[in-house]
T-cell receptor, first 112, second 112 residues
Framework: SQQGEEDPQALSIQEGENATMNCSYKTSINNLQWYRQNSGRGLVHLILIRSNEREKHSGRLRVTLDTSKKSSSLLITASRAADTASYFCATATISGNNRLAFGKGNQVVVIP | KAGVTQTPRYLIKTRGQQVTLSCSPISGHRSVSWYQQTPGQGLQFLFEYFSETQRNKGNFPGRFSGRQFSNSRSEMNVSTLELGDSALYLC???????????FGQGTRLTVV
């Protein structure tokens, strides 16, 4: 079963705007990861945040984690057309023996 | 460093046939995971191997099998192919289970 569930499922924004996606999960995690996928290609790892971390940055990306609410958010600031992709959250859980379970993904379209 | 290499990239098979997909992980990575991606089901976990041992297995029928060799290369096999097996099969590697995954470009399997 899917552990992570992203919200919203699809997002369309203008270039330069910020894009925010949320991910909720059900069981306790060791870490949560965000990935990007362009048009049916392999996924690219973006950020890993551990269960004892609350926020992490990488370039224009900011990830937050709220373990009490079992949720995470991914913020892309100053979006570019090249950010158009599907974004997935994935969780590594103790109960799942640390295998990564992916959500269904968010489709983000950045309009130039 | 060479990336995760999956072969072949594209494959067309007929129902009832069998297929073997190959994955060569990043040098030094000992953990290999396989995922099936379809538009309807998203990313579904197939298996995870670490040091030639299957650590985790997803909810797929016994027609789906895999293995890992001493050089960490992995293969997955699907026997008695069905139309519903048409999908993008993604392989990913990491140094250890639960860490960030590096994905290959995938094998696009079409069953006709």
């Amino acid at each position: 079963s899917q552990q992570g569930e992203e919200d919203p499922q699809a997002l369309s924004i203008q270039e330069g705007e910020n894009a925010t996606m949320n991910c909720s999960y059900k069981t306790s995690i060791n870490n949560l990861q965000w990935y990007r996928q362009n048009s049916g290609r392999g996924l690219v790892h973006l950020i890993l945040i551990r269960s004892n971390e609350r926020e992490k940055h990488s370039g224009r990306l900011r990830v937050t984690l709220d373990t009490s609410k079992k949720s995470s958010s991914l913020l892309i600031t100053a979006s570019r057309a090249a950010d158009t992709a599907s974004y997935f959250c994935a969780t590594a859980t103790i109960s799942g023996n640390n295998r990564l379970a992916f959500g269904k993904g968010n489709q983000v379209v950045v309009i130039p | 460093k060479a990336g995760v290499t999956q072969t072949p990239r594209y494959l067309i098979k007929t129902r009832g046939q069998q297929v073997t997909l190959s994955c060569s992980p990043i040098s030094g990575h000992r953990s290999v995971s396989w995922y099936q991606q379809t538009p309807g089901q998203g990313l579904q976990f197939l298996f995870e191997y670490f040091s030639e041992t299957q650590r985790n297995k997803g909810n797929f029928p016994g027609r789906f099998s895999g293995r890992q060799f001493s050089n960490s290369r992995s293969e997955m096999n699907v026997s008695t192919l069905e139309l519903g097996d048409s999908a993008l099969y993604l392989c990913a590697s990491s140094a250890y289970p639960g860490q960030d995954l590096l994905f290959g470009q995938g094998t696009r399997l079409t069953v006709v």
